[in-house]
């Protein structure tokens, strides 16, 4: 049997923790502290050391956590949970978004990458980068070599290293708890079926 | 309000087209028939000419297609679809699968080629490629040059060109008929907010 709808749940604290978090989100350094913040709660409860945010029109739209482990969905990285709910909350302006902008405390794997060329992002602000997240076992896997000049010549701007230490700081912690590292598949010969 | 639970539907005649599809799915061709036919039934529906599906160990797990304009998620794409789909069948193994294959009737775009790498593919089998999409005008987005190549140091083996010609006439009908392109986001001096 296969399923008649797929659902992510987002679990209740990460609402909360926005709703806690003091500082008022006028400025990327303020945008990403949040952004940090929520990967650090994620670890916290069991999830992977990953936020998200979006931003449109200097609000905060959505937020998210990396939820691969709780879910079971590959796919189901922090930036993408952030935009389907960003793209949730815009109806039916989804497809035809104002200018968006997306943080990500450690800058997109090539999935994610590939994700926000079509959901309107306009502005990518990113904490930790890919060497940071190698260097605690993830893997952030091939995207094109240059790839804030691939993004640049689509109008997306890309803004590196906001509160990277902050961002960094968690990912080491994660290691350091023995988090697991998933999506690792070693390269075999078996060919699928 | 941001949403608690994204939900993504799936159309009963998704199964229902699997379920009539009398060849066997005993080799590449048939199973990528399938996968054509999935992407022509699509656009029968409004929906956009793309289909996908995942084996696993000679069986069919999971039929997808593309349902962006249907739920207004950008990442609703048939692969992504399938793959979370076949996530879904294979409940507390999707994150360790058994080796999966996945069709494409047109070779995946960047977001989908970032997705399978995390999904334990270890065979993609593509139909049209991306010429094919963009004479009929989609964009498949910033790929790495060598794409094959970095999935082939991967241990993921790509076939191309499976049925092609059938999987191109899905792309053609579907701009004949006027059918919308979306995705596209000219280049602006706006930056996200």
């Not at 952030?82 to 990500?104: D, Y």
Request: net charge negative.
């Amino acid at each position: 049997m296969t399923a008649s709808q797929l659902v992510l749940e987002i679990p209740a604290w990460v609402d909360e923790v926005v709703a806690a978090f003091s500082q008022p989100l006028v400025d990327d350094e303020a945008r990403m502290a949040l952004t940090v913040r929520l990967s650090r709660e994620n670890v916290a409860r069991g999830g992977g050391p990953f936020g998200s945010t979006v931003f449109a029109e200097g609000r905060l739209l959505a937020a998210g956590v990396n939820l691969v482990l709780g879910s079971g969905f590959s796919i189901a990285h922090a930036e993408i949970v952030a935009l389907m709910r960003a793209q949730a909350a815009l109806g039916e302006a989804s497809l035809n978004p104002p200018p968006l902008a997306l943080f990500a405390s450690t800058e997109p794997c090539c999935q994610c990458f590939g994700a926000l060329v079509w959901a309107g992002v306009r502005r990518l602000v990113c904490g930790a980068n890919t060497a940071d997240a190698e260097a605690v076992g993830f893997d952030e896997g091939p995207k094109p070599e240059a790839w804030v000049r691939v993004l640049a010549q689509r109008g997306i701007v890309v803004e590196e290293g906001v509160l990277r230490a902050d961002a960094r700081a968690v990912l080491t912690d994660y290691l350091a708890r023995g988090g697991r590292i998933y999506g690792k598949f070693p390269p075999s010969s078996s060919s699928g079926g």
